[in-house]
């Protein structure tokens, strides 16, 4: 009988909206080799830096039959090193790519930041064998475990660990779904300035392999691609590539393409190996592509990583069910700069989560000493309350 | 003298150890069938639940939405027959899966995806032998021993099965590694009616090595009589489940 009104509780009628999110304190210390920076730099650079923020993130879901709705809302307030920054650090927190103003750095000072950005803001219409999305969303076409040559709309910087939902785009998606295994995609993203993308995908899955094909405009090259997820025994076998022809004298001729193999192994660690070539990369640039991209330059799917050939390794593997750890290391043969990117987490409680992390750079000291060396090193501690 | 009796007596059951087998397999798949259940994880010093939503069609087709916790509500695994995808909202983003990762232990759990999702058949896979009856806590069941097939891709070396002679629940099952240690136990601990039926409410895993550890499922809604179209152990519909 008590079985009965337990089920009654279960059966109610769920209501239209959803809310969630998060709360996070992240604190970050950074070192920086000061042998790797020229001379006349040198007193101008931090070999030390802390850095503070509190990271609220609301995500609100609308679902009503046909339609539904999304709205994404970060906010983060900013205390130390990113603060003294000044103003490069204002214009890169506060650069809103989209259509749509949507970023509000609202408390700015050199020691305290706030800042909200929406970076989801949608609305959905799914008809039989149509969906409809128009707003700022996420597009992911990717395949592959880290690197998506194939994710023409929303790049992301794997190393912004802390980022989880990743940036959106203003865009119209259409979907059309002949059958069960088959789709057709179609995206628009007129963006500010010159940088349009249109791009049309489909979608088919045969001999357990999903396979894609990919063509569109892209900041005035167009572009064709494809991709594919399927297995080898028990391995799995994911690979996509993009190629760019320029419009103009002013674009270039690109190739950019991944592939990666997994393997869960008995004992429970997962492998994944990867590898990505980025015709985009400049060769030769050793450690400076590490700086590029701390100067927060904005990967592209164009270029979407800072070296023309990089291998990626990444283990992960839990150790109870609380506690599990990971470790993705990429290395390239450009001034053997090496990435190693170890991390653990531990679960508090049902909604609280510790999370302990380090990022570093090495490489060959191209400045001084020739000497393979550390060039950054960054520790990460983080404490999450999800609800 | 003996092997007479015991010829005498396995006469007298009169049952089939595979039939038996299938018809509890066949009552508890259901060729079509909604869940929802929670998991509790319980260690000597900590306990964690996970609350989902399942659906199945059949052997080959299975969806599963995490409901609780917060951190993971939302995330969504598909099987189709052997391909393996899992569907994460945070970043909208689906992952085919290896299929390496089908003998992995479920979120943490006592259970292997395997048991969860892949069902490799108790049925096919296994040899049958009728070893006795036995009483659970009353309720009479015939003890079977399965023996895994040569060639079947399967976890288990050796199975024993204590089917309920009533209801044909599964009371208590004993897997065996291949070297014939016993690993698990799982043992249904309450049964009563669920979608019209008489099946276990909640079933216990017991890992033998650490006496302290159990998983605990418990089964809050379970109904065979539905439909589920076809359509909706798709990718596309993987995104959309609620």
Known sequence: MLVFISFGAAAQEASPWELSGYLKYLGSYSLVNEQFIPLEQQAATATSSFDQQLHNRFDLRYYGGPWSAGIGMRNRLFQGASPEQGDSFYKLLDDDAGLVGLSFLYWKSDRVLMHTIFDRAWLQYEKDKWSFRLGRQRINWGMTSVFNPNDLLNQYNFLDFDYEERPGVDALRVQFFPNFSSQFELALAPLNGSMHTAALLYRNNAYAYDFQLITGVYDEHFTAGGGWAGS????????????????????????????????????????????????????????MGFNSLSDGQVLSPKNPFIFRHTTVLSLSYPFNPLISGSLTSMYSPDGNSTIVFPSITYSLSTNLDVLLAGQFFLADNQQATDQYDWFVQSFFARLKWSF | MLSLILL???????????????????????????????????????????????????????????????????????????????????????????????????????????????????????????????????????????????????????????????????????????????????????????????????????????????????????????????????????????
């Not at chain 1, 590539?241 to 001729?253: H, I, R, V």
């Not at chain 2, 970043?91 to 292997?112: A, C, H, V, Y």
């Not at chain 2, 199975?159 to 291949?178: G, K, N, S």
């Open chain 1, 232 to 287: 080898i025994g028990g391995l799995g076998f994911k690979g996509e590539a993009n190629y760019y022809l320029p419009f103009n004298d002013k674009g270039e001729e690109v190739l950019v393409g991944s592939t990666d193999i997994d393997y869960v192994f008995t004992n429970g660690i997962y492998l994944s190996l990867g590898y990505l070539y980025n015709q985009s990369a400049a060769e030769g640039l050793g450690v």
């Open chain 2, 8 to 242: 005498f007596s396995s006469s007298l059951f009169a049952q089939d150890p595979l039939a038996i087998v299938q018809k509890a397999e066949d009552k508890l798949k259901g060729e079509q069938s909604y869940a929802e259940m929670s998991m509790t994880i319980v260690r000597p010093n900590w306990n964690r639940t996970i609350k989902m939503k399942s659906w199945s069609r059949g052997t080959d087709y299975s969806l599963i939405l995490i409901t609780q916790p917060a951190r993971d509500k939302g995330t969504v695994f598909l099987k189709k027959r052997k391909e393996v995808y899992n569907w994460i909202p945070s970043i909208e983003r689906q992952i085919k899966l290896p299929p390496s990762m089908m003998n992995q232990s479920w979120m943490g759990s006592d259970f292997t995806n395997d048991d969860l999702v892949t069902e490799s058949s108790l049925v096919k896979d296994y040899d049958h032998k009728l070893i006795g009856e036995v009483s659970l806590n009353g309720r009479k069941a015939w003890k079977i021993e399965l023996i895994a097939k040569e060639d079947a891709a399967v976890v288990w070396g050796k199975v024993i099965l204590h089917v309920d002679q009533a209801e044909y629940i599964h009371l208590r099952t004993e897997f065996y590694d291949e070297e014939g240690d016993l690993v698990n136990i799982m043992e249904a601990k309450k049964i009563g009616e669920l979608g019209g039926k008489i099946l276990p409410i909640v079933v216990v895993m017991q890992p033998v090595a650490d006496p302290e550890h159990k998983t605990v499922l418990e089964y809050h809604a379970l109904d065979f009589r539905v439909t589920i179209p076809r359509e909706h152990f798709t990718t596309q519909y993987m995104k959309r489940v609620r």
